[in-house]
């Protein structure tokens, strides 16, 4: 499925496409910081030349996954010919890579059980309890969840070192479970914005294309209830069907999105941020955010839903 020393051909294909130039890495400062309030932990990269880069690339009419560059292909034939495993050109974490599928499929589609498995997998041969790796898997699907990208892709970056994120946070110390009519998924009341969590097995024996797709889609039919119930307010929300999916290892997240861009704070969004991972391309966001971290909560609330925890799926649903 995946070669046995992927980690190991990653970096390498990284070195050297960082050397001969077909890899833009852009430098940022970061900094992390937690929000008392929410009690979530972020860390901002501040990388002000990302300011004036196009959004789609030099070439927006182009899909850079149709024919992607041989210098940025690390295997060109995953899980059967499905997809291929491209470092990204312009990451501003080394080693970020994307798992394209090779013939067109809609970024907008849904993640099938071999796209979830195939990047489980993924996770599992990077992660590294000895080096203290950990990796994230993130899919930005549809126009309002940050994605630029028509043609499916699912991103997997390192996370930073020692670093807990919102999910594992309300994960710890929980066991598996499948949500259903009395169970509702993980969701911590404290943040704003309204986000769906299930703790995935502790081992991996245990975790197939089946389990993953029912967790993925008990996990984006809530965030679908959100758009059906805001469809009378904001009927643009209903047709967009925007939301991000996040894994480890450990947990698997949705995050139903109402917009890429928060005017407040005039920073956008991917999946990443819903981790607390947070991209500034500007001096006044980046001031702003570290006088007051809590603001970054209210941004990533302008971006998405109103937290639901404590409501039963039939409470918010039409
Ligand atoms: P999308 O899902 O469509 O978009 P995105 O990751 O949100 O990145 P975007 O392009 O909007 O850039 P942004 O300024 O937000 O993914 C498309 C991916 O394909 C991108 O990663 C892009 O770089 C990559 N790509 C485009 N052309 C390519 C080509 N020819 N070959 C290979 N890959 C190509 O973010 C700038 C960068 O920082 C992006 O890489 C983004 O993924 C990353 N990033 C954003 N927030 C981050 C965070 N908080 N932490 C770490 N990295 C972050």
Redesign the pocket.
Known sequence: MLPENVADLISKKYEEAVNNGHLCF?ESTTKKLKDANSGMNYVV?YAPS?AS?P???DQPDKN??AE??PE?TVVENVADGEYKL????????PE?T?LVTNTFKD?KSPLSPLDLMTAYNLLLKLDDEDENKRHMMIY?SGPSS????DHK?L?T?RLPQNFVTLQDRICAGKSHFLPDFKTEPLQDDKVSFAHFVLPLPESEEDVNEDLLAMCYVSLVQRAFTFFQDWAGEKPELANSRGYNVLMTKNWICVVPRSSTRAKSLQI?F?A??YAG???VKTQEAYDQILQLPHKIDEALLECGFPNSAGKKQTEYNY
């Open positions: 852009t990269s990302l880069k959004e789609r690339g850079p996954f992607p560059e940025l491209l470092l990204n050109k312009f990451p501003i974490v970020h994307l970024q930005n940050g994605s630029s990208q892709h991103q970056l956008g991917n990443t941020g991972l947070i991209l």
